[in-house]
């Protein structure tokens, strides 16, 4: 069969989902996998502490494994950590080292419980600051291609926005180094935001290995349910299928006030629109 022109080949779909996702306080994260898991989701994309310095280490893995299997979910992959003063691409050389040793313990993290890859941002600023900027990322993940051979877990660089900013960073780190040591995540609400569907389609699918998949109006990064914005979902699924993408898809939503305090009903409700957009 065809879509948008693409020859693609339908298949089962199975659905992921991000852990991150309440606004305010959160409930118990062993309760939270659980809800997720009874809405049908199988896999989970660990999102939890992206903003923070704390380390997992072996302890924070174990727990962490045990709370997957009461739920009955899998690891898919994990979100890297970014916080302001901790990012590999920093001219700070302490915040850079810092971002390194958190991303080593993710991986470890991640690899730990099955997971495959890693999400990493690019960095900020533009023209001579960005490409500063990105030769110290470069810099900085060539240091971890030892751990993401140890762990079998590749790093995924994630599109952003403005536009011009993925033009730079993601080429130039998808040729600077191996696919079996990075590959790239799939934003579509950041995609929808820039408008860059067209070239990250052509330059940065063919390295797909994670899919952040939420919805937007085209003015800000909302992560809403699929179809209550203005991303093309059938072109979406046109590309993914295009491609051959085979792990489940994942979800990067937020219970915001527009879908109420009901978690259940919530994730029911996002299970829901995953199947009717994505399947």
């Known amino acids: 069969p065809t879509l948008y022109g693409k020859d693609v080949q339908r ?52 727990r962490a494994r045990g709370w997957l299997a009461e739920a009955g979910l899998e690891l898919g992959d994990t979100h890297g950590t970014c ?21 080593t313990d993710r991986l470890r993290f991640t690899g730990g419980l099955g997971g495959d890859a890693l999400v990493i941002h690019p960095p900020e600023g533009e023209g001579a600051e960005l490409e500063a900027a990105l030769e110290r990322q470069i810099a900085a993940l060539t240091d971890l291609v030892p751990v ?15 536009a011009s900013r993925n033009a730079v960073v993601i080429p130039a780190l998808l040729s600077a180094f191996d696919p079996d040591h990075l590959g790239y995540c799939y934003d579509s609400g950041h995609a929808n935001k820039a408008g860059d569907l067209d070239w990250l389609v052509e330059h940065a699918f063919p390295r797909l290995i994670v899919t952040h998949l939420h919805d937007n109006d085209g003015t800000g990064d909302q992560h809403l349910l699929p179809g209550d914005g203005t ?10 299928a295009a491609v051959g993408y085979q792990k489940p898809l994942n979800l990067e939503v937020v219970m915001s006030e527009r879908y109420g305090s009901d978690e259940e009903a919530f994730l029911a409700l996002a299970h829901a629109r995953a199947t009717e957009q994505l399947g």
């Not at 991303?231 to 979406?236: I, K, M, Q």
């Open 148 to 162: 993401v051979e140890e762990t079998g877990v590749r790093l995924a660089i994630e599109n952003i926005w403005p």
């Open 231 to 240: 991303v093309d979902w059938a072109r979406v699924r046109a590309e993914l």
């Open 83 to 103: 916080p302001g003063e901790a990012r590999e691409w920093s001219a700070d050389p302490e915040q850079a080292a810092l971002g390194v040793v958190l991303h």
């Open 11 to 62: 298949r089962p779909m199975s659905y992921s989902f991000t852990s991150d996702f309440h606004v305010g306080p959160e409930p118990t994260r062993p309760g939270q996998l659980e809800h997720i898991a009874a809405a049908g989701f199988r896999r989970l994309h660990w999102c939890w502490d992206w903003t923070a310095t704390n380390r997992y280490g072996p302890d924070g893995t174990a």
